[in-house]
């Protein structure tokens, strides 16, 4: 770029940077003839006036006489008034008038004049003082008896002398006396005023209200202490401003402007040339900095001018200009005709983008991402200057291929699992997908593509399936499906880490056939058994053999509770680290496991083992109360809190199963000696039985009331498939259930009922259960608020 790297193509600066200022002998020269030329006119105009100033200083003399002559007569009139009051017997002059004062300064006698000439009376002391009406000049002095008299003097009336601008004399309302200063509201006037050590010499002044400006002369009459002000209009225009001093003063000044207008644009220059080094400097460290090449094709000289970066981008030794045609040689043969394209496109629109490869020094391809636009006016061929900038942007496009290339992949991956699989971003759009899951659910060609939305394929899917299951053990996001075709998948749905969705569907078909078959299997068997006892002719040998298998089973049981109880620890320690190295295998604790079937295989070993563990677990819970050597540690527990902690608990697997649990366990019940575990673990195995027994839909109602005989009630209902009588009694025993329809899509050994009855009959309770076939199921249980025998805290089953 030019303006950015004039040091490779200084002739190619711009108009702006080329211009230069004019030489510093030129404006001193235009300086030195503009002062000379104003000193011309000023002294021409200097000369031309001098008839003028002589006819000023003339009427200035005059004006001088004038006030000498008046001076003269306003003291030869004081004189006499003074004389006057001296011999105050003596006949007054006609233009005179006299008046005497008491002591207490009214006035007594006037002569001349009436009293009220004289009023307002000056204060008493020596200096004249003037009338208030201006008319006349009042005099204040004692007489020989020891009277004051005051004389009164008329003044003249104003007249105004045309030749010198004088106004003879006229006070008006202004105050006239020692001290004092007397105007006339007129442009023109001449007055009386107190006189100074300086009265005899000319003044200059400017009228006190706004007004052109005035040359005054003062004239002191006699020893009085007055002053005769003369004033006139001062000259304006070129005669006034043509003295000596402004024609010295007027040249200097005009040069001084001029030389500071001067400076001012130098200084001006000088801060828009650093602010224009500062802006290309800025702009040179923000393209060296961002690592970008700057370029410059000319198309009519055809040549390219590079800076220092873009050679480097191109593989060029120098930067500067170099030929276009040697430019073009660098890019890869393949990207020279969309290379001349763009060139041609940017002649006429204007603007330009491309791409291309060049070989760096290790003959490996450098791909460069050139933008730029037209520079100039377009003529008749169009644009002929395009200026642009490129980045490298090599590592980019390598990043950009991996990516595809670890796509393409995952996407191998994906399709060569058989189970369906489909995965949706955060905002239910369609990602990514395998060909399993168009086949399963029988979409049609095109409607799965990238972008689809969730629901609108959920709706498609749904007519393919014939029915649906909550998931075995209740796993939760899982849930089975039968299809139209008789098939069975598991469908599994997760979230990712950003909130998509991902969904898996496993055939599970093959499992559910062998469900069915063992179905069938127990279900002939009992058919068998039951023919068996129903044979007359055999019944008193089974009888025999009966009474001598249950010896048999009840030593074996015994040889069994009394090993497994024994073997506990043989049992859970294996089985712990099962399941331990399991959930870390499933959670990739340590990285990722390489194949997503290791981790649903890790996830599978955990909840089968998990359900082993609950298994052994309750086995071992059943063969220590039937050993004798369960341990019950009784505390304070809270009927309530037992009953909303299991509530609590199985919430999940409620909402799961669409049913509703309501618990009414008020907390003003009595608190009661129980082990809090073993109660938790009742309450638990009830409240599963009920989500396990009742359709969807149903209701299920915990309640805890105390009775009359001061024990404590706890009633589980729900609203199931209900029990048979024949089937209620045998329900208690280990391993028992009861064989049904509903029965078959449910897991369980048969030992929480059990279980329950034998921990309930440790704390002296009891357990019985009231059950209505399609109507529910009621199991309830009492327990006494303290054991009937503890000691030190514990009790062990006897």
Same mark, same amino acid.
């Given at each position: 770029?030019?303006?950015?790297?004039?040091?490779?193509?200084?002739?190619?600066?711009?108009?702006?940077?080329?211009?230069?200022?004019?030489?510093?002998?030129?404006?001193?020269?235009?300086?030195?003839?503009?002062l000379?030329?104003?000193?011309?006119?000023?002294?021409?105009?200097?000369?031309?006036?001098?008839?003028?100033?002589?006819?000023?200083?003339l009427?200035?003399?005059?004006?001088?006489?004038?006030?000498?002559?008046l001076?003269?007569?306003?003291?030869?009139?004081?004189?006499?008034?003074?004389?006057?009051?001296?011999?105050?017997?003596?006949?007054?002059?006609?233009?005179?008038?006299?008046?005497?004062?008491?002591?207490?300064?009214?006035?007594?006698?006037?002569?001349?004049?009436?009293?009220?000439?004289?009023?307002?009376?000056?204060?008493?002391?020596?200096?004249?003082?003037?009338?208030? #009406?201006?008319?006349?000049?009042?005099?204040?002095?004692?007489?020989?008896?020891?009277?004051?008299?005051?004389?009164?003097?008329?003044?003249?009336?104003?007249?105004?002398?045309?030749?010198?601008?004088?106004?003879?004399l006229?006070?008006?309302?202004?105050?006239?006396?020692?001290?004092?200063?007397?105007?006339?509201?007129?442009?023109?006037?001449?007055?009386?005023?107190?006189?100074?050590?300086?009265?005899?010499?000319?003044?200059?002044?400017?009228?006190?209200?706004?007004?052109?400006?005035?040359?005054?002369?003062?004239?002191?009459?006699?020893?009085?202490?007055?002053?005769?002000?003369?004033?006139?209009?001062?000259?304006?225009g070129?005669?006034?401003?043509?003295d000596?001093? &402004?024609?010295?003063?007027?040249?200097?000044?005009?040069?001084?402007?001029?030389?500071?207008?001067?400076?001012?644009?130098q200084?001006?220059?000088?801060?828009?040339?650093r602010?224009?080094?500062?802006?290309?400097?800025?702009?040179?460290?923000?393209? $060296?900095?961002?690592?970008?090449?700057?370029?410059?094709?000319?198309?009519?000289?055809?040549? %390219?001018?590079?800076?220092?970066?873009?050679?480097?981008?191109?593989?060029?030794?120098?930067?500067?200009?170099?030929?276009?045609?040697?430019?073009?040689?660098?890019?890869?043969?393949?990207?020279?005709?969309?290379?001349?394209h763009?060139?041609?496109?940017?002649?006429?629109f204007?603007?330009?983008?491309?791409?291309?490869?060049?070989?760096?020094?290790?003959?490996?391809?450098?791909?460069?991402?050139?933008?730029?636009?037209?520079?100039?006016?377009?003529? #008749?061929?169009?644009?002929?200057?395009?200026?642009?900038?490129?980045?490298?942007?090599?590592?980019?496009?390598?990043?950009?291929?991996?990516?595809?290339?670890?796509?393409?992949?995952?996407?191998?991956? !994906?399709?060569?699992?058989?189970?369906?699989?489909?995965?949706?971003?955060?905002?239910?759009?369609?990602?990514? &997908?395998?060909?399993?899951?168009?086949?399963?659910?029988?979409?049609?060609?095109?409607?799965?593509?990238?972008?689809?939305?969730?629901?609108?394929?959920?709706? !498609?899917?749904?007519?393919?399936?014939?029915?649906?299951?909550?998931?075995?053990?209740?796993?939760?996001?899982?849930?089975?499906?039968?299809?139209?075709?008789?098939? &069975?998948?598991?469908?599994?749905?997760?979230?990712?880490?950003?909130?998509?969705?991902?969904?898996t569907?496993?055939?599970?078909?093959?499992?559910k056939?062998?469900?069915?078959?063992?179905?069938?299997a127990? #279900?002939?068997?009992?058919?068998?058994?039951?023919?068996?006892?129903?044979?007359?002719?055999?019944?008193?040998?089974?009888?025999?053999?009966?009474?001598?298998?249950?010896?048999?089973?009840?030593?074996?049981?015994?040889?069994?509770?009394?090993?497994?109880?024994?073997?506990?620890?043989?049992?859970?320690?294996?089985?712990?680290?099962?399941n331990?190295?399991?959930?870390?295998?499933?959670?990739?604790?340590?990285?990722?496991?390489?194949?997503?079937?290791?981790?649903?295989?890790?996830?599978?070993?955990?909840?089968?083992?998990?359900?082993?563990?609950?298994?052994?677990?309750?086995?071992?819970?059943?063969?220590?109360?039937?050993?004798?050597k369960?341990?019950?540690?009784?505390?304070?527990?809270? %009927?309530?809190?037992?009953?909303?902690d299991?509530?609590?608990?199985?919430?999940?697997? %409620?909402? $799961?199963?669409?049913?509703?649990?309501?618990? #009414?366990?008020?907390?003003?019940?009595?608190?009661?000696?129980?082990?809090?575990?073993?109660?938790?673990?009742?309450?638990?195995?009830?409240?599963?039985?009920?989500?396990?027994?009742?359709?969807?839909?149903?209701?299920?109602?915990?309640?805890?009331?105390?009775?009359?005989?001061?024990?404590?009630?706890?009633?589980?209902?729900?609203?199931?498939?209900?029990?048979?009588?024949?089937?209620?009694?045998?329900?208690?025993?280990?391993? $028992?259930?009861?064989?049904?329809?509903?029965?078959?899509?449910?897991?369980?050994?048969?030992?929480?009922?059990?279980?329950?009855?034998?921990?309930?009959?440790?704390?002296?309770?009891?357990?019985?259960?009231?059950?209505?076939?399609?109507?529910?199921?009621?199991?309830?249980?009492?327990?006494?608020?303290?054991?009937?025998?503890?000691?030190?805290?514990?009790?062990?089953?006897?």
């Amino acid at each position: 770029m030019r303006a950015s790297e004039r040091r490779i193509n200084p002739t190619g600066r711009r108009r702006a940077d080329r211009g230069r200022a004019s030489p510093a002998w030129v404006r001193v020269l235009i300086l030195v003839v503009a002062l000379g030329v104003a000193s011309y006119v000023l002294l021409f105009g200097r000369e031309m006036a001098q008839p003028v100033r002589d006819s000023d200083q003339l009427r200035d003399q005059a004006m001088v006489a004038e006030a000498g002559r008046l001076a003269s007569d306003t003291l030869l009139g004081i004189r006499t008034a003074e004389l006057a009051l001296a011999g105050a017997s003596r006949d007054l002059p006609a233009d005179m008038a006299v008046a005497f004062l008491d002591r207490a300064g009214q006035i007594e006698i006037a002569r001349g004049a009436s009293i009220s000439d004289f009023r307002p009376l000056p204060a008493r002391d020596a200096a004249p003082v003037a009338a208030p #009406d201006g008319e006349a000049l009042l005099i204040r002095r004692t007489t020989a008896d020891g009277r004051d008299a005051v004389a009164r003097i008329p003044l003249p009336p104003a007249a105004v002398a045309p030749e010198n601008g004088l106004l003879a004399l006229r006070v008006g309302r202004t105050v006239i006396g020692a001290g004092g200063q007397s105007a006339d509201q007129t442009s023109l006037w001449m007055g009386l005023t107190g006189a100074g050590p300086e009265a005899d010499r000319r003044i200059h002044a400017v009228m006190p209200d706004e007004g052109p400006s005035f040359r005054r002369v003062a004239m002191p009459v006699g020893d009085t202490g007055l002053l005769v002000v003369g004033a006139r209009p001062d000259a304006v225009g070129a005669t006034a401003l043509l003295d000596d001093a &402004w024609v010295l003063m007027a040249p200097l000044l005009v040069g001084v402007l001029v030389l500071l207008a001067v400076l001012l644009q130098q200084a001006r220059s000088a801060r828009a040339g650093r602010e224009w080094a500062e802006t290309e400097r800025r702009f040179r460290i923000a393209v $060296e900095g961002a690592r970008c090449g700057v370029w410059e094709w000319d198309l009519e000289r055809e040549e %390219v001018i590079l800076s220092d970066y873009m050679a480097v981008m191109m593989g060029v030794e120098q930067a500067g200009p170099m030929p276009a045609a040697a430019f073009i040689e660098r890019v890869h043969p393949d990207y020279r005709e969309a290379l001349t394209h763009a060139l041609r496109q940017a002649a006429t629109f204007g603007a330009f983008e491309a791409s291309f490869p060049v070989p760096d020094d290790n003959g490996r391809p450098r791909w460069i991402d050139a933008r730029g636009q037209s520079r100039g006016t377009r003529g #008749d061929t169009g644009f002929s200057v395009i200026l642009g900038v490129a980045l490298d942007i090599t590592e980019e496009r390598r990043a950009k291929a991996q990516a595809q290339s670890a796509e393409s992949r995952l996407r191998d991956g !994906i399709e060569s699992v058989s189970d369906a699989f489909v995965l949706f971003d955060r905002a239910d759009r369609l990602i990514l &997908w395998n060909q399993a899951f168009v086949d399963t659910f029988g979409f049609e060609p095109g409607m799965v593509r990238r972008g689809a939305k969730k629901d609108d394929l959920n709706r !498609i899917a749904a007519l393919a399936i014939h029915s649906e299951h909550p998931a075995a053990g209740g796993r939760s996001g899982a849930r089975e499906v039968e299809l139209n075709d008789g098939r &069975w998948l598991q469908l599994v749905e997760r979230f990712t880490a950003d909130g998509g969705t991902v969904v898996t569907a496993a055939d599970i078909t093959a499992i559910k056939r062998q469900e069915a078959e063992r179905q069938r299997a127990a #279900d002939s068997l009992r058919a068998m058994v039951e023919k068996l006892e129903a044979s007359q002719e055999k019944l008193s040998l089974l009888a025999r053999k009966y009474e001598i298998a249950m010896t048999r089973a009840e030593a074996a049981n015994q040889a069994k509770s009394e090993f497994l109880a024994n073997m506990s620890h043989e049992l859970r320690t294996p089985l712990n680290a099962i399941n331990g190295f399991s959930e870390i295998m499933t959670a990739e604790m340590f990285g990722p496991l390489g194949d997503p079937r290791y981790k649903g295989y890790s996830a599978d070993i955990l909840k089968s083992g998990q359900h082993l563990l609950s298994l052994i677990n309750d086995i071992l819970d059943m063969a220590k109360i039937e050993s004798g050597k369960m341990t019950l540690y009784y505390e304070a527990v809270s %009927v309530h809190d037992i009953c909303e902690d299991a509530a609590r608990l199985m919430r999940g697997k %409620v909402e $799961e199963a669409g049913l509703t649990l309501t618990v #009414d366990a008020p907390d003003t019940l009595p608190e009661m000696q129980a082990d809090h575990r073993g109660l938790k673990q009742v309450m638990l195995n009830l409240i599963s039985n009920a989500v396990k027994f009742t359709p969807e839909g149903g209701h299920i109602r915990v309640e805890a009331r105390q009775t009359d005989a001061g024990l404590i009630q706890i009633a589980v209902s729900d609203t199931g498939i209900g029990i048979a009588a024949e089937d209620v009694a045998r329900l208690a025993r280990p391993f $028992e259930q009861v064989e049904g329809q509903h029965s078959k899509t449910t897991q369980g050994t048969g030992l929480g009922l059990a279980l329950t009855k034998s921990l309930i009959e440790l704390h002296g309770g009891e357990l019985w259960i009231d059950s209505e076939p399609g109507q529910g199921t009621t199991v309830a249980f009492t327990l006494p608020l303290v054991p009937p025998a503890q000691a030190d805290g514990q009790r062990e089953a006897a």
